[in-house]
C-alpha cells in the first residue's frame, strides 16, 4: 500500500506561483509513476503532470512550459511547481501513485486562482 499526504495548495493571483508537495508512505523508486491530476467544479478528473520511476515526465498539454514535476527521492516527495497561473488552473489538485496496477490518491489540495 501507498499512503499520500500533500500540501501546498491556496489562493494566488493570477501570475504567481505555487508548490504541491506530495510525500509518499514509501520509497517513490519504487512506484511506477507518482502523478498530479486536477478537478475543477462540474469537471471530469484529469492528468497534469507525472513522473515515472526511472525519471521520466510528461504533461498536460495545457500547463506545458508553466509547471514542473519534480522528486526528492531522499525525501520520497514529488513536487508541482506551478507558475504563471491562470484562473482555470482552479482545482482540487491530487497526488496520485500507481504502484503494483492500483492506484493510490492522496486527499487533495485545493488550488484558486483568482484576483
Known amino acids: 500500500q501507498v499512503q499520500l499526504v500533500e500540501s501546498g495548495g491556496g489562493l494566488v493571483q493570477p501570475g504567481g506561483s505555487l508548490r504541491l508537495s506530495c510525500a509518499a508512505s514509501?520509497?517513490?523508486?519504487?512506484?511506477?509513476?507518482m502523478g498530479w491530476f486536477r478537478q475543477a467544479p462540474g469537471k471530469q478528473r484529469e492528468l497534469v503532470a507525472a513522473?515515472?520511476?526511472?525519471?521520466?515526465?510528461n504533461y498536460a498539454d495545457s500547463v506545458k512550459g508553466r509547471f514542473t514535476i519534480s522528486r526528492d527521492i531522499a525525501k520520497n516527495t514529488v513536487y508541482l511547481q506551478m507558475n504563471s497561473l491562470k484562473p482555470e488552473d482552479t482545482a482540487l489538485y491530487y497526488c496520485n501513485a500507481d504502484y503494483i496496477i492500483r492506484n493510490y490518491w492522496g486527499q487533495g489540495t485545493q488550488v484558486t486562482v483568482s484576483s
Open positions: 514509501r520509497s517513490i523508486l519504487s512506484i511506477d509513476t
Open positions: 513522473i515515472a520511476s526511472g525519471g521520466s515526465t
